[in-house]
C-alpha cells in the first residue's frame, strides 16, 4: 500500500497537503556497505529538483576523473560523473536502501560504490540513516546536494524530473525501497523490449499536480464537479473508480521502440491491503508488484475470481 491516502475527493483537500520529507542529521563516519551505521535529525524538505533519469549504464571502472565544480563562494565539490549519477538516481526516489543502490546502480561491486559513496558523504552530499531492529541503512540527498544538482542543470540532461531530498517517516523506508526495488525491474522489461526510461514519476508528485487541480472545484455543483473532475482524470492519465482519481505508486514514461512515448503505471501490493481494496486496484489497470515476503498473505485475495489481479514477484 502506498505511503499516503491516494485517490481524492475534492471536499478532502482542505485537510490534506503533500508531506514534507524529513532529513537526518547523520555522522560523517565512512559507510559500512553490510548496512551498519545510524543517524537521526530532522529538516525540512526543499522542492524537487526535476531533471532527466536516463537508462542505468555499468560504471566505466577508474576511467572517470573526479572535476572540481564551483558551488559558491565558499565551496567546490570534486565529483566524478559517476556521482553525480549515484546523486540523481537517490534523489529521484528520494531515499533508497544501501544494499539496493550497491546491487542495481554498482553492479554489485562494492569497491566502487565504497569510492563514490564515501567521496559524497565527506562534502556532505549524503545523509544516511538505518532502520531497527532490521539494521538496513538508507541514503538521501542533503540540502546541500540538492541545491548542487539544482545549481547544475548541465549535471542531467532534462528539466522533467525531479529530485528529492530529505528522509520520510522511518516505517516508510521499506515502502521506498521495494518502489526502487519495482522500478530496476520494470525499467529491465522495458529494456528488453527496445524501450528506454525518460522519466520517473513517484505518487507524490501527481498526488500534487492532481490536488491543485481540484481545490479549484469547491464552487462548481455537484454536476460539474464530476465532469471537471473527470478531465483532470484524462488530462493525467488517470482511472476514475468508484468516482475516485486513482494513483500508481509509481510512474515510468518512456520511449518505445517506435520513438513514441509511451507509460506504464506500476503498484506495489503489501500484505497490509485487504481485500476490497484489491479489487478496487484490480479496475485501474495498474501493473501490481508484491514482495515475495507478503505474497501468502495476499493470495487468498488475489485468487478471488471476482479480482483475478496477477501481482508480480520483486
Known sequence: MSRYDRDYEPEELNSRTVPRSQESSGSRDDFNLRGQGASGGSANQEQPVRREIREPQPIERGRDKRTTHRFDRQRNYALRDSEIKTLTEIGAFRALNLNDLITHRYHGNVVEARRDLDNLERQGLLRRRTVYPENVSYLTLSKDAHRFL?????????????????????????????????????????????????????????????????????????????????????????????????????????????????????????????????????????????????????????????????????
Open 150 to 314: 539544482e545549481a547544475h542543470p548541465n549535471a542531467t540532461a532534462d528539466a522533467r524530473q525531479a529530485l528529492y531530498q530529505g528522509f520520510v517517516k522511518p516505517k516508510e523506508a521499506r515502502h521506498n525501497a521495494a518502489i526502487y526495488r519495482l522500478y530496476q525491474q520494470e525499467s529491465a522489461r522495458i529494456w528488453r523490449e527496445g524501450g528506454k526510461v525518460q522519466r520517473i514519476i513517484l505518487d507524490f508528485e501527481l498526488k500534487r499536480e492532481v490536488n491543485q487541480k481540484l481545490a479549484r472545484l469547491h464552487s462548481f455543483p455537484a454536476e460539474e464537479q464530476t465532469r471537471r473532475k473527470q478531465e483532470i482524470a484524462e488530462e493525467h492519465h488517470l482511472p476514475i473508480v468508484n468516482g475516485r482519481i486513482c494513483l500508481p505508486d509509481l510512474r515510468l514514461e518512456y520511449e518505445g521502440p517506435d520513438q513514441e512515448t509511451a507509460r506504464v503505471d506500476l503498484e506495489l501490493v503489501t500484505g497490509g491491503y485487504h481485500r476490497s481494496g484489491l479489487a478496487r486496484k484490480a479496475q485501474t489497470g495498474f501493473r501490481m508488484y508484491g514482495l515475495p515476503e507478503d505474497q501468502a498473505r495476499l493470495r487468498p485475495a488475489i485468487s478471488d475470481p471476482e479480482i483475478m489481479l496477477e501481482v508480480l514477484s520483486l
